[in-house]
């Protein structure tokens, strides 16, 4: 192996460490913490921190994008075989609803960044948004103002987070799979429909990595 690949493999170490330092501060709550402690966390030097972002406002972005990125693709892998827009955005809410109990750190980060989920150019929303225009353009949903269709799932996507951590004896399944048939409804899909969309089988989570190697 040359120089120059140990030197990138090392760099992008160093990058994942900060990284996963971040999110692990974001999931705490502790976004004003000084940048010396999040390099003691990740264990890199002052300098390197410097080598990778110029702020700590960058670094906290960066690990929140790539957070909604990961899971965003994870999700992908998941609705890849489903041909039906109102089948895809069930089981994309469904499991984004299983994912606070699945991976807490990751559904802590989704929370302390609420806005993100309708903000960023990666991550969900832009999948959220498809799913809505997919649904309309087939004729599977009917939505006067898509924008505001993608606004309310976020908030109701956030909503139920939030109850899932503050109510952690809830079942998260059931409390998903609840509000993903409010949403099909909402969206124009008729009432036993949704409910059967609502309650099909899920592939699991647990088949995919979400941590940031």
């Given at each position: 192996?040359?120089?120059?690949?140990?030197?990138?493999?090392?760099?992008?170490?160093?990058?994942?460490?900060?990284?996963?330092?971040?999110?692990?501060?974001?999931?705490?709550?502790?976004?004003?913490?000084?940048?010396?402690?999040?390099?003691?966390?990740?264990?890199?030097?002052?300098?390197?921190?410097?080598?990778?972002?110029?702020?700590?406002?960058?670094?906290?972005?960066?690990?929140?994008?790539?957070?909604?990125?990961?899971?965003?693709?994870?999700?992908?892998?998941?609705?890849?075989?489903?041909?039906?827009?109102?089948?895809?955005?069930?089981q994309s809410f469904r499991l984004t609803g299983r994912l606070h109990r699945r991976h807490p750190e990751l559904g802590k980060v989704l929370?302390?960044?609420?806005?993100?989920?309708?903000?960023?150019?990666?991550?969900?929303?832009?999948?959220?948004?498809?799913?809505?225009?997919?649904?309309?353009?087939?004729?599977?949903?009917?939505?006067?103002?898509?924008?505001?269709?993608?606004?309310?799932?976020?908030?109701?996507?956030?909503?139920?987070?939030?109850?899932?951590?503050?109510?952690?004896?809830?079942?998260?399944?059931?409390?998903?799979?609840?509000?993903?048939?409010?949403?099909?409804?909402?969206?124009?899909?008729?009432?036993?429909?949704?409910?059967?969309?609502?309650?099909?089988?899920?592939?699991?989570?647990?088949?995919?990595?979400?941590?940031?190697?």
């Open positions: 192996m040359s120089e120059v690949n140990r030197l990138e493999r090392r760099k992008a170490r160093t990058r994942a460490a900060l990284l996963g330092a971040a999110r692990t501060f974001i999931a705490e709550g502790r976004t004003n913490a000084p940048i010396l402690e999040i390099t003691q966390a990740a264990d890199v030097g002052m300098g390197s921190f410097y080598n990778h972002f110029a702020s700590k406002d960058e670094l906290f972005q960066a690990a929140v994008e790539d957070a909604l990125t990961v899971f965003g693709e994870a999700l992908d892998r998941l609705s890849g075989g489903l041909d039906d827009p109102a089948a895809a955005f069930a929370l302390h960044h609420g806005l993100s989920l309708t903000g960023p150019i990666k991550g969900l929303a832009p999948r959220a948004r498809e799913a809505i225009g997919c649904g309309v353009d087939e004729g599977r949903f009917i939505v006067a103002d898509p924008e505001l269709a993608l606004v309310v799932t976020a908030g109701a996507a956030l909503s139920l987070a939030q109850l899932l951590h503050d109510r952690p004896e809830r079942d998260d399944a059931a409390a998903a799979d609840q509000v993903a048939e409010d949403l099909l409804r909402m969206l124009g899909v008729p009432a036993g429909e949704a409910k059967e969309l609502a309650r099909l089988p899920l592939p699991s989570l647990d088949a995919f990595d979400l941590a940031q190697e």
